[in-house]
């Protein structure tokens, strides 16, 4: 098992920045991709930004493109999500989720049936 626990959401004021971590713990070696998720008021949970694990492969949703900057450090254990230039419209529950599936995580990282395992959720409020 892989246990998540996310930090670093708060309040914002449109175009401040926040830095998000989750830091995992468990079985962190099956991890194949990290992915970090947000669920706006009213709408579906949607993968926003993903990396592998050796940080090569990195792919964000266009809603973020430019302003967000997903990162891993800490011995790889630890996964950041800077997100700068913020807007009213990023106010959402914010998580991080792992995939165990090395297939499933190369075509499809973002997809949430591809998350094996999911933090608790940090919130970000930007006005």
Not at 85 to 114: H, K, Q, W
Request: hydrophobic share 30%; net charge positive.
């Amino acid at each position: 098992h892989v246990q998540l626990v996310e930090s670093g959401g708060g309040s914002a004021q449109e175009g401040d920045s926040l830095r998000l971590s989750c830091v995992a713990s468990g079985y962190t070696a099956s991890i194949r991709c990290m992915t970090w998720f947000r669920q706006r008021p009213g709408r579906d949970r949607e993968g926003i930004a993903t990396i592998s694990p050796g940080g090569d492969k990195i792919f964000y949703d266009d809603s973020v493109k430019g302003r967000f900057a997903i990162s891993r450090g800490g011995a790889q254990n630890t996964m950041y999500l800077q997100m700068n230039n913020l807007r009213p419209a990023d106010t959402a529950m914010y998580y991080c989720a792992v995939g165990i599936d090395a297939y499933r995580c190369a075509e499809a990282p973002r997809f949430r049936s591809t998350q094996k395992y999911w933090g608790q959720g940090t919130q970000v409020t930007v006005s």
